[in-house]
């Protein structure tokens, strides 16, 4: 599957974002994308890859690190393929590229190995 993510931008400590991640081509014979969870991870400058936030094939179960629960959002819509992650009262610590990516299962999973597919990244900076 591909994963294309816009959305990301400069943004002064306190604004709000909102990313966007389209999906198309799935490769697999039967499947389709509202079968399956969606995630965010975020990979700062000379740091490892991390977990943000995840949600289910529905919508119906989320899943957000601590650092950011209360802030962001995630949410989907299965007719366009598309997921989101809604930013807001966004601090420096929160500056990433931001790499949506497409999961294996149906849950909302936060393990980094039920990953399968990912999308390019798209840079968010927060100045102070």
């Known amino acids: 599957v591909q994963l294309q993510a816009s959305g990301g931008g400069l943004v002064q400590a306190g604004g709000s974002l909102r990313l966007s991640c389209k999906a198309s081509g799935r490769t697999f014979s039967d499947y389709t994308f509202s079968d399956y969870g969606m995630g965010w991870f975020r990979q700062a400058p000379g740091k490892e890859r991390e977990f943000v936030a995840a949600?289910?094939?529905?919508?119906?179960?989320?899943s957000y690190a601590d650092s950011v629960k209360g802030r962001f959002t995630i949410s989907r819509d299965n007719a366009k393929k598309t997921v989101y992650l809604q930013m807001n009262s966004l601090k420096p610590e929160d500056t990433a590229v931001y790499y949506c990516?497409?999961?294996?299962?149906?849950?909302?999973?936060?393990?980094?190995?039920?990953?399968?597919?990912w999308g390019q990244g798209t840079l968010v900076t927060v100045s102070s």
């Open positions: 990516a497409a999961a294996s299962t149906f849950r909302a999973t936060t393990r980094n190995t039920d990953f399968d597919s």
């Open positions: 949600i289910s094939w529905s919508g119906g179960s989320t």
